[in-house]
């Protein structure tokens, strides 16, 4: 009997091949024991690449003969919740992708199983982790804007410019770009804001894309804008894009905290040849604005530079975050945050966004 978590993952994609594994395989509590994918071949060469024992091509059949104390489901959205809740059925500790369901009512019952088998779950939310944010969270922890008055969160791409087909914008599979990049924004603006409880949107396809397999398309969103208002007062927009020409830096973030007190604005810029993040803030009227540098501590083992120079940063790799963290829960015991709580809240606030643009109304609740 090995002491290791047994953990079996659900996916083959190139961010599981870029990101979750090598940050399962880093953790020495763990052992990645059993990998799932649609393509044998390519199942193969994955598990040979990061020794993985066992190859599975049907994930009902690996939740029920793989021995797995948990399972990362990393597969397109449609697929979340029946995957999650077979895990949960065989009681197993679930790390899922985001968004966490097609819809909150999916999302809820997820959460509810979870809590009655009395597992640890967790949705992959994965930019909470990255240091200038936490930094920046802590600031907002600590007062640095006081009350929140205006709150911007933008994440913008150019990947999906062309007319090829992908899932994430095929309604019948996902909710375009307002469940991708929407729900990250989402997260965090309910991480450094709270809760949400009015929504409007206006949610566009610009770019008319190829149906697959002969079946024409049902067209989600390319691009969102959802206008926020929090149970605190204060008023915040997200705004996601697959279809913005934004350079060679391949994506872009940009987040500002407008309060009382102070202002703090993070820009991130990634994929291109000016990866990096640089993270201002300014406090009192008329006070200069200053670059702010993130303490040593948010860094640990992590190298100031990896950021740079790699598009998956060391911290999942090093430290207590995403996946590394998903595992400490469990063998400490622990509910880890995000978890399909806050899932279930972005669902809901999607939901919403998709009923405002539909209808032309708020939502509220």
């Known amino acids: 009997m090995s ?24 953790h020495t509590g763990a052992k990645v024991a059993a990998i799932c994918g649609r393509n044998r071949e390519r199942t193969g060469e994955m598990a040979d690449k990061y020794n993985v024992p066992t190859v599975f091509t049907d ?9 797995l104390d948990a399972l990362v489901v990393a597969t397109p959205d449609d697929q979340h919740y029946p995957m999650t809740m077979a895990a949960l059925d065989a ?5 899922c992708e985001k968004p966490l369901a097609s819809n909150a009512g999916q999302a809820r019952e997820m959460l509810q199983k979870a809590e009655t088998a009395g597992v640890k779950h967790m ?33 913008q791409g150019g990947y999906a410019r062309n007319a090829d087909y992908m899932w994430r914008f095929d309604r019948q599979r996902a909710n375009g ?30 770019v008319e894309r190829q149906g697959i397999n002969g079946r024409p398309l049902d067209p989600a969103n390319d691009s969102s804008v959802i206008l926020l208002d929090f149970a605190n007062g204060a008023q915040g927009t997200v705004q996601a894009s697959s279809v913005a020409a934004v350079s060679d830096h391949g ?38 604005e200053q670059i702010l540098v993130v303490p040593d501590e948010y860094w640990g083992d992590v190298d ?9 940063p060391g911290v999942f790799e090093k430290q207590s975050a995403g996946p590394r963290l998903f595992i400490d829960a469990i063998l400490e015991d622990k509910l880890p945050s995000p978890n399909f709580y806050d899932g279930f809240k972005v669902c809901e606030v999607v939901d919403a966004a998709l009923k405002s643009a539909e209808t032309g109304w708020a939502v509220t609740w």
Do not use: C
């Open 251 to 288: 994506m872009e973030q940009r987040i500002a905290l407008y309060g009382e007190a102070g202002t703090l604005q993070a820009e991130v810029f990634f994929y291109g040849s000016e990866r990096g993040a640089v993270l201002r803030g300014s406090q009192g009227d008329g006070e200069p």
């Open 123 to 155: 949705v992959l939310f994965t930019w909470r982790w990255m240091p200038h944010f936490q930094y920046m969270h802590s600031l907002v922890e600590d007062g640095y804007i006081g009350r929140p008055f205006h709150t911007q969160f933008t994440f």
């Open 59 to 67: 994930y009902q059949e690996m939740i029920e003969r793989g021995g």
């Open 3 to 26: 002491d290791q978590l047994q953990v079996g993952i659900i996916g083959t994609s190139w961010w599981a091949d870029m990101m979750l594994l090598p940050s399962l395989t880093s």
């Open 304 to 312: 100031r530079s990896d950021f740079t120079n790699s598009m998956i």
């Open 177 to 206: 770009i307002a469940g991708d990049l929407g729900s990250h924004m989402i997260d965090m603006a309910r991480w450094f804001v709270g809760d949400v409880v009015k929504v409007s949107a206006s949610l566009v396809t610009f």
């Open 91 to 95: 009681g197993l500790h679930v790390l």
